[in-house]
């Protein structure tokens, strides 16, 4: 069967990589064949090496407030956050259906991973009760649903790091338990086979730590020790898939009491990129340069990403306010803003980047 009848198949591939990601869950819905075209691992690499892919970044962001004195809407146990989507290039804004029982907001802290075309949401604290969650839902771009994955094992976390090798792997580390102990543990997921696997303690704890992938690697950066609560370190340590270990710590990764929310992985000699009094450093070798100054409108960042040569910096002049964003070229040092509606206005507590 031709994919679209009177149409060699080799020229209807060339038509499904053209359709706007926006347009998959329909495309899907309409016909099997289609529907499997667009599963494949080749249509994804078809898609980007063709020149048609796209950049969305997926946001944990809080429903505004009217009354527009803080950046997100209030309730008697706090913030409701939702998925919401930006396409970069475009400005665009949209939001994304919430996963099954979860119509009255998403988990507090929850942790957003990407893995090829589809969004991985992990854990959190449930918005009323507080308690921590182990659960993982996974969100597919092409299909436009829903689907319930393993629930992440060992004793519940919150505030751990969490990155991915933006392909299949997830990796899951530090954080604390329900009696405040911060954890070396780590874990890692498989998004294709929905297994989880653990991986070997990190040499130290980390809580509210950040991960990043980098150059085949998993680093964890900064956090603080059950004894130390909130006095953030700055050394990192980095797990290697290939070898299936942590390297020796590096010290003095961040200066003393730097909390490393903002760390992001770096573009070409750069190894990261952070927002830090005022201005976006770069890692390069063992020191940091500056690159620019922060613009005034994002003064305090709430969350920061990187896409194709760009950093995305989404933040507000003060603590509460509403949420700004602006694209940093990273070689000229050039900034541009990006319009954010004011329904799309409230605090970014998480983030992910993918290119579908």
């Not at 146990?77 to 994304?96: A, I, K, M, N, Q």
């Not at 299949?168 to 874990?187: I, P, Q, W, Y």
């Not at 942590?246 to 909390?259: I, K, Y």
């Given at each position: ?29 309409t ?9 494949l ?15 969305v970044v ?21 913030p409701?956050?939702r ?7 475009s400005?665009s804004?949209d ?5 099954p029982?979860f ?38 771009f092409m ?29 899951v ?9 911060a ?9 294709g ?21 980098r150059?085949?690697k ?90 194709q ?9 003060r ?32 983030g ?5």
């Amino acid at each position: 069967m031709e994919l679209i009848p009177g149409l060699p198949d080799d020229v209807a591939r060339e038509c499904l990589i053209r359709i706007p990601y926006g347009g998959f869950s329909t495309v899907a819905a309409t016909c099997k064949a289609w529907k499997s075209e667009l599963e494949l691992p080749r249509f994804r690499s078809r898609r980007k090496s063709a020149g048609h892919s796209q950049t969305v970044v997926v946001m944990a962001q809080a429903v505004p407030d009217p009354s527009r004195k803080t950046g997100f809407s209030k309730l008697s146990h706090g913030p409701v956050y939702r998925l919401t989507t930006l396409e970069p290039l475009s400005g665009s804004w949209d939001e994304l259906p919430p996963p099954p029982g979860f119509s009255g907001g998403f988990p507090m802290f929850c942790q957003l991973a990407a893995a090829g075309s589809d969004l991985v949401l992990i854990g959190g604290l449930d918005p009323v009760s507080w308690e921590a969650s182990g659960s993982v839902y996974v969100y597919s771009f092409m299909t436009g649903a829903w689907r319930r994955g393993a629930d992440m094992p060992g004793a519940r976390r919150s505030f751990f790091g969490c990155a991915s090798d933006g392909d299949r792997l997830v990796v899951v580390a530090g954080g604390h338990d329900g009696e405040k102990n911060a954890l070396r543990s780590a874990l890692a997921y498989h998004v294709g086979r929905d297994q989880w696997l653990p991986l070997p303690d990190m040499a130290r704890e980390r809580d509210e730590c950040k991960a990043v992938f980098r150059r085949g690697k998993f680093r964890v950066v900064g956090g603080y020790g059950t004894e130390m609560q909130g006095n953030f370190e700055g050394s990192s340590e980095e797990f290697d898939p290939a070898a299936w270990r942590w390297g020796p710590v590096r010290e003095d990764l961040l200066a003393a009491g730097t909390c490393p929310t903002t760390c992001v992985d770096g573009e070409g000699d750069d190894d990261l990129y952070m927002c830090r009094d005022g201005e976006v450093l770069a890692l390069r070798g063992p020191a940091w340069r500056p690159v620019a100054k922060v613009p005034a409108d994002v003064d305090s960042p709430a969350h920061v990403t990187k896409w194709q040569g760009k950093l995305l910096v989404i933040g507000s002049p003060r603590s509460g306010g509403a949420q700004k964003v602006y694209a940093l070229d990273t070689s000229s040092a050039h900034w541009i803003s990006i319009e954010s509606p004011e329904e799309f206005s409230g605090h970014v507590q998480a983030g992910s980047c993918l290119e579908i």
